[in-house]
């Protein structure tokens, strides 16, 4: 079955490292996204991209990168600079040009400790 | 960034009642998008809406895209225990080729036994 994975589920940091999220689709999407989201909060943009080898900031990159090597991958890591890293990481996915049909992993949730 | 105002935060109803929300913005959006979120998991559309005025349904859901393209509500008819989760508007504008979705902050529904 199709679908867009997120890995791992839980993730610990000890403050002061950096720590990368994975995320891989296998829909065939030209676009995949990052948000965060914190508790009572919507979805923030962190990094988008939208063809393999290219990608733009959101709303919120800042301590954040990202890269685009492959069509099915996007990885995002969460540097030491990121002041406040606990969250819940959501990946998604879509079809280019236009459409709506944005598909979600099921997320990361990461911890400093 | 920007986000939406979604209202209302959080409902606590009993099973069988209708439910309302609704989403407002200062921006127009070309789509409007309302998804649906369990604890753990990531987003899954439930309503995508393209032209202003319109009024789709997806079984006990109704939703409308405003005619000013700034406000959607979502209706739910006949609540029953898997309703339950947090529920997101998104609105999508596209400008030169770049898409961006911007979410609400979420209304959490509750049902009462």
């Known amino acids: 079955d199709g679908g867009i994975t997120q890995s791992p589920k839980y993730l610990f940091r000890k403050e002061g490292q950096n720590v990368t999220l994975s995320c891989e689709q296998n829909?065939?999407?030209?676009?995949m996204y990052w948000y965060r989201q914190d508790p009572g909060q919507g979805l923030r943009l962190i990094y988008y991209?939208?063809?393999?080898?290219?990608?733009q900031k959101g709303d919120i990159a800042e301590g954040y990168s990202v890269s685009r090597e492959k069509k099915e991958s996007f990885p995002l890591t969460v540097t030491s600079a990121q002041k406040n890293p606990t969250a819940f990481y959501l990946c998604?996915?879509?079809?280019?040009?236009?459409?709506?049909?944005?598909?979600f992993g099921s997320g990361t949730r990461l911890t400093v400790v | 960034g920007q986000q939406l105002n979604q209202s209302p935060q959080s409902m606590f109803i009993q099973e069988g009642e209708d439910v309302s929300m609704n989403c407002t913005s200062s921006s127009i959006f070309n789509t409007w998008l309302w998804y649906k979120q369990d604890p753990g998991e990531g987003p899954v559309l439930l309503i995508a809406?393209?032209?202003?005025?319109e009024l789709t349904s997806n079984g006990r859901l109704t939703a409308q895209f405003g005619i000013t393209r700034k406000d959607s509500f979502l209706n739910i008819s006949a609540s029953i225990p898997s309703d339950v989760g947090i529920y997101f508007c998104a609105g999508l504008i596209s400008n030169f080729g770049n898409e961006k979705l911007t979410f609400g902050t979420g209304t959490r529904l509750t049902i009462i036994p």
């Open positions: 829909l065939n999407h030209d676009a």
């Open positions: 998604a996915s879509r079809y280019n040009p236009g459409g709506s049909g944005y598909t």
């Open positions: 991209s939208q063809i393999v080898n290219d990608f």
């Open positions: 809406l393209y032209k202003a005025g």
